[in-house]
């Protein structure tokens, strides 16, 4: 491996046989002395793009990914990126995080976007970017008309910031990805972004997380959700847009026909907004992850909507953390456990959770489900863990259960050891493409073997051996016998 600093070129040359995405910063592996980015490798960058772009060797220069540039830095970075000519054209990814360059870091770097023709990923977060900067990358956005994604998160743009934007992306018809999270965005910013989404009709991803939008700015967006029918993910994390900004959620919900991803967490919707949302839920049936953490849900909205996420035939993910759910809660959870059959991981960190709600949720798991993750920190789980390991002793789909806090150490082993018991079973996974059956070859301590074979409704079909009751026995004998282990311990 060759030190950046003095065999920058030859280290180029040896990366032409490799992926396409140069790496430059702090914690780079293209050097073994970790040292801060120096300028000679910011003068040498349009020499590399020359190198990573001959023809000759079918590769070219597709992404940069600096970190820890100074003012000056971006100066140069600007002018190689200018003198690289047509071979700047070949970048498609700039991520230029945590460089806190500013409006005046902007202003230099506008000069060399414009030749950046192929861009389609630009992420400037951490950027100290304000309102005058964004006048500055707005003039410079019209260039690049094949932008798919664009990161501004963690900066300061402000209302009027989004304002100069919206005028400037009207012309980026390939938008996919929007990120606006941490910059002091109002509800009328909201307003001023609802003007664009009648003109990006590729829009998936929206991301206004800790903003200050409120139930107006949430009323903004359900008002034109019927032009956000190709959005597949939208993020409104810590907005406080209460229970009036979750009933206009949930009502936008029928025109929001390929969300997969609903995070609205930490935004105090209470049981009231979580029973607005369980009344439409038949609508988002693309579903994928909801995230109703930290929103203050008691039983009675954990009641409502149990009944709604039977409509979510492919939730995969939810997060109910840090909420009043309890032992109530808890109960009427693991009653429909069972019904979501694709569920992966359930989150229920510090929702008062003791021994009686985890005995019905370890009822539940003693079933055949699909949960792999099951998140019980910060609850009051103390019976040393004995029910979940009891019903992790039948469930070999679970993987990882974190009961930290709860469960004293002799407890938390009795878990571990089945859930990697599990992890090995997981790892005797193979794909029949000709068939398109998935084959899965349980085999468990005691040497028993059985084969589950998934087809294409995702249903499981058991495919037992011919001795299967000598199996059986042989397994409850072995089963019996780690039981006995544990209460003599």
Not at 163 to 168: D, S
Not at 261 to 285: F, P, Q
Not at 452 to 469: A, R, S, T, V
Request: glycine share 6%.
């Amino acid at each position: 491996m060759y030190r950046a600093k003095n065999n920058l070129r030859a280290l180029m040359s040896s990366l032409l046989a490799f992926p396409h995405v140069l790496i430059i910063n702090r914690s780079s592996k293209c050097y073994i002395r970790r040292e801060p980015l120096s300028m000679s490798i910011v003068e040498g960058l349009d020499d590399a793009l020359k190198v990573l772009s001959v023809p000759a060797c079918g590769s070219v220069l597709r992404g940069l990914r600096l970190r820890g540039l100074s003012i000056c830095n971006i100066q140069r970075l600007s002018e190689a990126l200018q003198k690289a000519g047509v071979h700047a054209q070949c970048l498609q990814i700039l991520d230029l995080d945590h460089n806190g360059i500013g409006s005046d870091g902007l202003k230099l770097l506008a000069d060399a976007l414009p030749h950046l023709n192929l861009l389609e990923d630009l992420s400037l977060r951490y950027n100290k970017i304000d309102t005058d900067g964004v006048k500055c990358l707005a003039d410079t956005l019209l260039h690049l008309k094949v932008l798919q994604k664009l990161h501004l998160g963690n900066n300061n743009i402000s209302d009027a910031g989004v304002k100069h934007l919206v005028a400037t992306l009207l012309h980026c018809k390939s938008l996919r990805t929007l990120n606006l999270n941490c910059n002091s965005i109002h509800a009328n910013g909201v307003k001023h972004l609802t003007d664009l989404l009648p003109h990006l009709e590729l829009l998936q991803s929206l991301h206004l997380t800790n903003n200050r939008i409120a139930a107006c700015g949430v009323k903004h967006l359900a008002d034109h959700a019927s032009h956000l029918k190709s959005l597949r993910a939208i993020s409104l994390y810590n907005n406080n847009i209460g229970v009036a900004g979750m009933r206009y959620l949930a009502d936008a919900l029928p025109h929001l026909e390929s969300l997969q991803t609903l995070s609205v967490s930490n935004n105090n919707i209470g049981d009231e907004g979580a029973m607005y949302l369980a009344k439409r839920a038949s609508h988002a049936k693309s579903l994928l992850l909801l995230d109703l953490a930290c929103n203050n849900i008691g039983v009675d909205g954990v009641i409502c909507l149990v009944e709604g996420l039977l409509h979510l035939r492919l939730l995969q993910t939810l997060h109910l953390g840090h909420n009043r759910i309890g032992n109530e809660g808890v109960t009427h959870l693991a009653d429909a456990l069972p019904y979501l059959q694709s569920l992966q991981t359930l989150s229920l960190y510090s929702n008062n959770i003791s021994n009686d709600g985890v005995i019905h949720l370890a009822k539940a798991l003693s079933r055949p489900l699909s949960l792999q993750t099951l998140d019980l920190t910060w609850n009051r789980v103390n019976d040393d863990g004995i029910s979940l390991s009891f019903a992790l002793e039948v469930n070999l789909s679970v993987t990882s259960i974190n009961i930290s806090d709860n469960a004293n150490y002799e407890g938390r082993m009795c878990i571990e050891e089945c859930l990697a018991r599990n992890k090995r079973l997981r790892s005797f996974f193979f794909l029949d493409v000709q068939n398109l059956l998935f084959s899965l070859m349980c085999a468990d301590e005691c040497g028993v073997v059985w084969p589950y074979l998934y087809n294409e409704d995702d249903q499981i079909g058991i495919e037992e051996p011919k001795n299967i009751e000598a199996l059986r026995a042989e397994y409850a004998k072995v089963v019996e016998e780690r039981r006995r282990r544990r209460d003599y311990v």
